[in-house]
């Protein structure tokens, strides 16, 4: 019988992104392409407004290029940030799909809004790996990762919350419970509005606009 080679933790470690990164694009793909076989889960109504949890202090992160990034580095046009990880099997697709259909509502003006992915999961969740996964979906998303209590500082502030999972005992690979709201901060970087999961594109373009109006 013919022995398979045993693998290192490096070469496991990259099977895994690759499969994530495969399965994604093919979800991807039928959302796009095949709506009558996939099924999205029901629109949730549109945002509500942050009100006094406005204010956000500042945060210190690594973006997918290998880049020390802060919320203030974004200031001078809005911003909507999401918080999930590359290995995620449906939540995390679907939002940056919804980016993707926000982008499209937005058309040109698009291109004046940033669109953020704050991983839940630095253990996995390299600059590199992060960089490869959202080039799945566009080039443009921007993917930052870092130390867990800098990312729990993020998450606490905006009232998300997320737990690792405990890992399967023969493979070593886990999930990541999180929340899955989309967060919409204006041009100051101030918190501005809350999505559920699957709000409608055209609901968020629309209270994007306002922001956009002017040089």
């Known amino acids: 019988m013919l022995k398979m080679p045993k693998l290192t933790e490096n070469q496991k470690l990259g099977l895994s992104i690759v499969g994530a990164i495969v399965v994604t694009a093919a979800f991807g793909v039928l959302l796009s392409v095949a709506p009558d076989f996939v099924q999205r889960p029901q ?7 942050a009100g006094k949890y406005r204010a956000v202090s500042d945060f210190e992160l690594t973006d ?9 580095d974004f200031r001078g046009r809005p911003l909507l940030l999401a918080f999930g990880y590359t290995q995620c099997p449906d939540i995390c697709p679907l939002t940056l799909a919804d980016f993707k ?22 253990e996995r969740d390299t600059p590199a790996v992060l960089q ?3 080039a799945v979906f566009d080039k443009s998303f921007v993917g930052l990762t870092g130390p867990d209590a800098q990312v729990r500082r993020l998450t606490d502030q905006l009232d998300a919350s997320y737990e690792k999972q405990k890992p399967d005992p023969e493979s070593g690979a886990y999930s990541v419970a999180h929340t899955s709201f989309i967060y919409l901060f204006d041009a100051q970087g101030k918190w501005s509005m809350t999505y559920p999961f ?4 055209e609901a968020i373009a629309k209270d994007l606009q306002p922001m956009l109006v002017g040089p």
């Open 43 to 49: 629109r949730a109504p549109s945002g509500v407004a």
């Open 198 to 201: 699957q709000s409608p594109a």
């Open 64 to 72: 997918q290029t290998g880049k020390s990034v802060r919320l203030s």
């Open 101 to 122: 259909a926000v982008k499209r509502e937005l058309g040109a003006d698009s291109e004046r809004v940033t669109f953020v992915l704050v991983s839940l999961d630095p």
């Open 132 to 134: 490869r996964y959202l």
